[in-house]
């Protein structure tokens, strides 16, 4: 099997339908691909309507069930662990994609270098909105590139579509802690660009429906500072640790990085000197050393802004 389409859900009864029409209508053959749903703990029928969709029989379908919403991070570890092709294309919930995306996918990976292709991370396309708009800007022309090279030497910004080896995010799953933990992607990305390369294609076969993103059932939302702060400290210890490299060409974004992984650290109560001392690259301890002030000053900031939200 060539490819696990994977999709965690919580409460998306109304938009699921959109992943499985998509599916339905591939023009790659039904055996090469697999559809495998994390349920994250969802209380509006959604098992109800996936179990309806497995009776039927149509597509090669294997739903999870976790009983309680454990977010995005824990559904992606679940969905790694229990995946069957050999590569994992995540689709979010309330996406799609074009009928020939699994398809164009298949092309790119068996017409690369089989050097190439167990070297690489996989394979990342363009993503387009419900018009057929592409988004962003194009890749630039090189064959292949790690994901930290694409948005910190070229400056891409835009949402990618990223279809994994399985082997490779196996490698990498996301830290587990406390209920309700939320960890940013990018503490995953990070690690995998500094050893692999993906290829690169500015097809865009992903279709990326961002009015839906925000509700307020979605597995990734933005929440208070002192609830950000736990993943926020791991996601940007792993951009520091992982992507100084590009420094050079984006001082700035390193400076933010910098001055928030010291000011998240602290909301943690971790002390700063012991914080910084644990990263492994000189250049970004010294980087914080030196926008410490910067830090201390939004910390205070935050507990500021804080005290002024509690009820008196």
């Not at 959604?46 to 149509?58: S, V, Y």
């Not at 018009?131 to 835009?158: C, H, Q, W, Y």
């Not at 993103?213 to 951009?239: E, F, K, N, W, Y």
Request: with cysteine.
């Amino acid at each position: 099997m060539l490819f696990t389409v994977f999709t965690p859900t919580h409460n998306r009864k109304d938009t699921l339908p959109r992943v499985y029409q998509s599916l339905l209508n591939q023009t790659l053959e039904r055996e090469s691909f697999e559809w495998l749903i994390v349920d994250d703990g969802s209380v509006d029928g959604t098992e109800e309507l996936i179990r309806t969709w497995i009776a039927e029989g149509r597509l090669l379908i294997r739903c999870v069930r976790q009983e309680q919403n454990g977010g995005k991070h824990r559904a992606w570890n679940v969905g790694i662990r229990e995946a069957h092709g050999e590569l994992f294309a995540p689709i979010d919930s309330d996406d799609a994609c074009v009928p020939d995306a699994l398809l164009t996918v298949q092309r790119i990976w068996m017409s690369a270098d089989p050097a190439d292709r167990a070297e690489s991370s996989g394979v990342f396309t363009r993503v387009a909105d419900p018009g057929g708009n592409v988004i962003g800007i194009r890749f630039p022309p090189k064959r292949m590139a790690d994901r930290a090279e694409l948005f910190l030497a070229f400056g891409m910004t835009s949402d990618l579509w990223m279809i994994f080896r399985t082997s490779v995010v196996r490698e990498y799953p996301f830290p587990d802690g406390p209920k309700g933990l939320l960890v940013p992607e990018g503490a995953i990305w990070n690690q995998i660009s500094k050893n692999h390369r993906c290829f690169l294609s500015d097809n865009a076969p992903y279709i990326y429906y961002s009015g839906s993103h925000g509700r307020a059932d979605q597995l990734t939302r933005r929440r208070p500072i002192h609830q950000q702060a736990p993943g926020m400290v791991i996601s940007l210890q792993s951009l520091l640790d992982n992507s100084f490299r590009f420094f050079a060409s984006a001082p700035v974004y390193f400076a933010r990085a910098a001055v928030h992984f010291v000011r998240f650290s602290m909301h943690e109560k971790r002390f700063p000197p012991r914080q910084i001392n644990q990263l492994k690259v000189r250049g970004a301890r010294m980087l914080c050393w030196a926008t410490l002030p910067l830090a201390f000053a939004l910390y205070l900031l935050d507990g500021w802004a804080l005290d002024r939200e509690r009820p008196t």
